[in-house]
């Protein structure tokens, strides 16, 4: 699987998902990330999702336009604070927009629809 954990220093890395599914095992930490079984990314190569462009970013986002589990995908990096790469279609700069927005949201009791 290629996508999505995080290592230590903030690369992504790949991740084991412990599902009944890929005949593994079950576990306590399966629940989270059997979205990421239905990654559209899966199996692409990480450094498509690190870009260092933005021409990377948006072919990393033509991936991400046709995935199941976007909204998953942008959940995850929002709440583990994911500062590197593309997720969930957005770029890092796209997900500190997002993440601004909540914020502000959350001091004023606006609703944020992203
Ligand atoms: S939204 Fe993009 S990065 Fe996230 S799982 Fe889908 S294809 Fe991969």
Known sequence: MTA???TPTGTRGTIT???EAEG???GANAA???WMLKARCRGANPTEFFPSDGTGVISA???CDG???RSE???YALAHQIEHGVWGGASERERRRILRR???AATTGAAVTQ
């Open 61 to 63: 986002q033509s991936v």
């Open 73 to 75: 995908c942008l959940e």
């Open 102 to 104: 909540r914020r502000g």
């Open 4 to 6: 999505y954990g995080t």
């Open 24 to 26: 593994i095992t079950s």
């Open 17 to 19: 998902v412990e599902t």
């Open 67 to 69: 995935c199941t589990v």
């Open 32 to 34: 989270g990330f059997t």
